[in-house]
């Protein structure tokens, strides 16, 4: 059974910081892409960072310089490190994790910047 379970979120104000966590089981971590993914209300779900297998890390231009992905293939875990938070980045973090056609998704954790 494959779970993805987030942790991290909470309410920080603006300027601040938090570092989301990602923990991963059932799956081959390694060969996975992994990424984080936000939803806001009345808003598309959009991807926020991304760690490419092979290749570069990705991030949305929104959070280039303030945002860092990493990941822990011994705990099988990925983390979205957020500095600089605005409140514009309030929503709902998502982890997701990829392999070809497979697709998974976790919970969510709300993350919410107080100006």
């Known amino acids: 059974q494959v779970q993805l379970v987030e942790s991290g979120g909470g309410l920080v104000q603006a300027g601040g910081s938090l570092r989301l966590s990602c923990v991963t089981s059932?799956?081959?971590?390694?060969?996975?892409?992994m990424g984080w993914y936000r939803q806001a209300p009345g808003k598309q779900r959009e991807l926020v960072a991304k760690v490419i297998r092979g290749g570069i890390n990705d991030y949305a231009e929104s959070v280039k310089g303030r945002f860092t992905i990493s990941d822990d293939s011994e705990k099988d875990t990925v983390y979205l490190q957020m500095n600089s938070l605005k409140p514009e980045d309030t929503a709902v973090y998502y982890c997701n994790a990829r392999w070809y056609t497979l697709n998974y998704w976790g919970q969510g954790t709300q993350v919410t910047v107080s100006s």
């Open positions: 059932g799956i081959t971590f390694s060969i996975y892409d």
